[in-house]
């Protein structure tokens, strides 16, 4: 189990060692960025430093619609059991990035400076763990929500806020979210959206596009985890047998989804092939033993996951 004592997050001088499950354990290095207050978490994937990077949360009312295949009585029976909501949740955001090599590879961006005031703290929590935005080497997007691009612009204009950074694009969310005849068929309120995609993206040089199954840097591979969008992506970060899979949004909240793999989340655009990715994706995490980090799973968004009747469960670290 990923679990470490608040003894040995506050007074560990050289961190704690926790077992991965497969050949070694998972070292936090410098074990005061794992507590809440410097929303940063630095751990270890054998020789990859490894950051939970908090970027806030916005606050949800529980609505019909949330849940497209289950009625609201029971998704706040569900929010209750789990101790949170059930009128309203925080929905959170924490962006994971790793240092290999001397190189800074962020996954996702956050809102940046283009959400609400509770969101855009990804820039004050790198540098809380040690991370210049500056030297960003390379942004590794899953897909084209918001909460996930909306850091690559700097407030209010289409200028960049990683030009030095290579950015490295899903090509079938690319493809899917660049088309001209995309802006008529989303909702009136989402069209702001896609026309700063396609007035932007395909004129800055510094977008490469990857593939299933790419090798993004060394240690780095991508895993196609379609439904939630079109294109959506997974990683793989591996390093002298360890692993950690960072799933995007294979799930929104835990709470919800993970244990609940057939419910359909409002933001899935295809719910059944959503399903079929989460329980695909969740079997092979537990199969081959590894870690998962979640984008909406709270801070820290890192644990384990294991099998719960028709459905998973995950557990955080506790910090």
Not at 58 to 85: C, F, H, Q, W, Y
Not at 117 to 122: A, C, D, E, I, Q
Not at 167 to 181: N, Q, R
């Amino acid at each position: 189990m990923f679990e470490i004592s608040r003894r040995d997050l506050v007074l560990g001088s050289t961190g704690a060692a926790l077992v991965f499950g497969l050949k070694g354990p998972v070292s936090f290095i410098d074990a005061a960025y794992a507590q809440r207050a410097a929303d940063s978490f630095k751990y270890m994937v054998s020789d990859i430093e490894v950051f939970s990077l908090h970027e806030g949360a916005i606050e949800r009312p529980v609505t019909e619609g949330m849940v497209k295949n289950v009625g609201l009585d029971d998704v706040k029976k569900a929010l209750t059991a789990s101790g949170i909501g059930p009128d309203k949740i925080e929905n959170p955001f924490t962006v994971t990035a790793i240092r290999t090599g001397g190189k800074v590879i962020l996954f996702d961006t956050g809102f940046g400076g283009n959400g609400p005031s509770s969101v855009g703290k990804l820039a004050t929590n790198m540098k809380a763990a040690g991370l210049d935005p500056a030297t960003v080497s390379t942004v590794v997007i899953s897909h084209f929500h918001p909460d996930h691009i909306s850091g690559l612009w700097v407030k209010e204009t289409d200028a960049q806020v990683f030009p030095n950074a290579e950015i490295m694009m899903p090509e079938v969310e690319y493809k899917f979210w660049t088309d001209a005849a995309l802006v008529e068929k989303v909702p009136e309120a989402n069209r702001p959206h896609v026309k700063r995609i396609q007035a932007t993206f395909p004129t800055w040089k510094n977008i490469k596009q990857y593939a299933d199954g790419a090798d993004l840097a060394p240690g780095v591979k991508a895993i196609a985890t379609p439904g939630h969008t079109i294109g959506h992506m997974s990683f793989l970060v591996a390093s002298g047998g360890q692993q950690l899979f960072i799933q995007s949004d294979v799930t929104g909240i835990y709470q919800l989804f993970v244990k609940n793999p057939g419910w359909f989340s409002g933001f899935d655009s295809d719910g059944p092939k959503a399903e079929a990715t989460r329980r695909a994706f969740f079997d092979r995490v537990i199969a081959e033993k590894g870690m998962i980090a979640g984008y909406h799973f709270g801070f820290p968004n890192v644990g384990t996951l294991t099998k719960d009747g028709s459905g998973y469960a995950f557990a955080a670290v506790k910090a």
